[in-house]
């Protein structure tokens, strides 16, 4: 049984049910290995891991955040996994030195990973995607806006009206100031960040005449793509991948 419901214009909301539809097509299941490099930020030395597609030539790049829990395993083998999809990916340890840092110190270590995918050969600097979970979540609505380098977003499971664990300006706050197509997604079982707030933010946006889509799926808690630090191959996993690589290749193809 299939129940959605597809709404574009300056909104596209799809609501999933769990289990009821077949996963989105545009992944070719492909994998690379990545490395850990080393990025320079405030003055501290911060790892990123990092993964690129196998074969010569330039590509599109994304800045993967991680969780409030770490870069766990499952973030790395999703990194290799999206650049088997073409992309460049690189997810910065945003807490290597603070569990919960002050916004402007993890703003500046994603514009520092910008910098450094623009010294890379094999990236195209004018084609940079920015996604997270959780804390990334609110990072990638937070930063989307302000971060004139990005062209696109893909925001987990975020916290659009949330200061963060550092009392920050909440996201929602710069909703004028976005400017790039953001792809929301949410579960609706989601008691950390209530499915109600990301139906709120949704409203804003679309009062302010901005572009996004959203997928919600029914049923699904907060953090279902990594569940005990490993990547998730659930079917709604494996459908909302498909719709994170799916949007990159629309928006930053």
């Not at 499971?157 to 004028?176: E, R």
Request: hydrophobic letters at 40%; proline letters at 6%.
């Amino acid at each position: 049984m299939r129940g959605s419901i597809i709404l574009f214009a300056s909104v596209a909301v799809l609501l999933i049910f769990a289990g009821c539809v077949t996963p989105s097509e545009g992944s070719n299941g492909g994998t690379a290995n990545g490395t850990t490099v080393e990025i320079e930020s405030g003055g501290q030395t911060y790892p990123a891991y990092i993964a690129a597609p196998g074969e010569n030539g330039t590509y599109p790049a994304v800045v993967l955040i991680h969780s409030f829990n770490g870069l766990e395993p499952g973030y790395r083998d999703m990194v290799d996994r999206f650049a088997g999809e073409g992309f460049v990916v690189v997810a910065p340890e945003w807490q290597t030195y603070e569990q919960s840092p002050e916004d402007n110190v993890t703003e500046a270590l994603i514009r520092d990973t910008v910098a450094y995918l623009g010294t890379r050969p094999d990236v195209n600097a004018s084609s940079l995607g920015l996604t997270g979970f959780c804390a990334g979540g609110r990072y990638t609505m937070l930063f989307l806006p302000q971060i004139e380098e990005f062209d696109a977003g893909v925001a987990w499971y975020g916290f659009p009206y949330s200061g963060g664990q550092a009392n920050g300006t909440p996201p929602a706050d710069l909703i004028g100031d976005l400017a790039d197509p953001m792809l929301i997604i949410h579960g609706t079982a989601d008691q950390a960040s209530p499915v109600a707030e990301i139906y709120r933010y949704a409203t804003d946006l679309d009062a302010a005449g901005k572009y996004f889509e959203l997928k919600v799926y029914q049923g699904e808690p907060h953090g279902f793509m990594v569940e005990d630090g490993e990547l998730s191959t659930s079917f709604v996993a494996e459908d909302a991948y498909g719709e994170m690589v799916t949007f990159f290749n629309r928006t930053l193809g």
